[in-house]
């Protein structure tokens, strides 16, 4: 896929994962709409972009209606839509005997359900695009029992999202729609936003039980980087399934 002059829309795209993505993408010359829920992240996303690479878009993803509304507007100002990335999502430690119902369903809303109703309101806008490509966000979490404990619905969701991948990647073959998985490990970023800090205390005990060390050091343009390199794929190839994670040994958090 050519960057330069491309079109790509990324779900929680105001801050951490997602602006880094964006900002490596306007660097290479493509233009961004950037969905999320906060008028005011938004609006200094695209203060920081620029205006004429940048279009900020209010938009829930666990609200299908929404995510249509915003990608089709998207397509109206630039004229285009050539990839999506999912990578809106939400983490809320807790352990499995305490989470509250509301903790559950904003975790499945935003992170799996939001990734299917973005994947179903792109997909007829991707479809006569030069290279047009998906790219959902995982998590190590997903597969790894090192990343942090407590996360059982958060690693559920990221599960369902790459099983959801595998199945998307099939379907959209004869579209020639390219989807892929990025499946990040750690990286500093506002991932922890809205965490109850004694759930998360508990988190990192039983964290701390299966050891002392964590892989840490990895940077959110890290993870951009691994987006980019999957849109950057010739025609007709696709990044199945891609993982990064930190190689750094560290002593595990406390707070």
Not at 47 to 64: K, P, S, T
Not at 179 to 187: E, F, L, Q, T
Not at 200 to 220: C, F, I, K, Q, Y
Request: glycine letters at 8%; charged letters at 20%; hydrophobic letters at 45%.
């Amino acid at each position: 896929m050519e960057l330069c002059g491309s079109v790509v829309a990324i779900t929680g795209g105001s801050r951490g994962f997602g602006l880094a993505i964006a900002r490596y993408l306007v660097e290479r010359g493509a233009r961004v709409g950037l969905l999320a829920r906060r008028h005011d992240s938004l609006a200094e996303a695209v203060a920081l972009l620029g205006e004429a690479q940048a279009l900020g878009l209010a938009a829930d993803v666990a609200n299908r209606a929404e995510l249509t509304d915003a990608l089709q507007s998207l397509k109206r100002h630039f004229g285009r839509l050539d990839a999506l990335v999912n990578n809106a999502g939400l983490a809320r430690p807790n352990s499995i005997e305490h989470l509250a119902e509301d903790q559950v369903a904003l975790q499945v809303n935003t992170n799996f359900l939001g990734t299917v109703y973005a994947s179903q309101a792109a997909i007829p806008l991707l479809r006569g695009a030069p290279d047009p490509r998906i790219i959902n966000l995982s998590s190590a979490s997903a597969v790894h029992y090192d990343e942090m404990s407590h996360l059982s619905i958060y690693a559920a969701t990221k599960a369902a999202v790459e099983r959801f991948t595998r199945d998307l990647r099939e379907e959209l073959q004869p579209d020639g729609i390219g989807v892929s998985c990025v499946r990040p490990g750690s990286a500093w970023t506002t991932f922890s936003d809205g965490w109850d800090e004694t759930a998360l205390r508990a988190g990192l005990e039983a964290w701390h039980n299966s050891g002392p060390h964590m892989d840490t050091g990895m940077e959110v343009e890290q993870v951009a980087h691994a987006v980019g390199y999957c849109l950057e794929q010739p025609a007709g190839t696709a990044v199945d399934l891609l993982e990064v994670r930190p190689n750094r040994l560290a002593p595990k958090l406390r707070i």
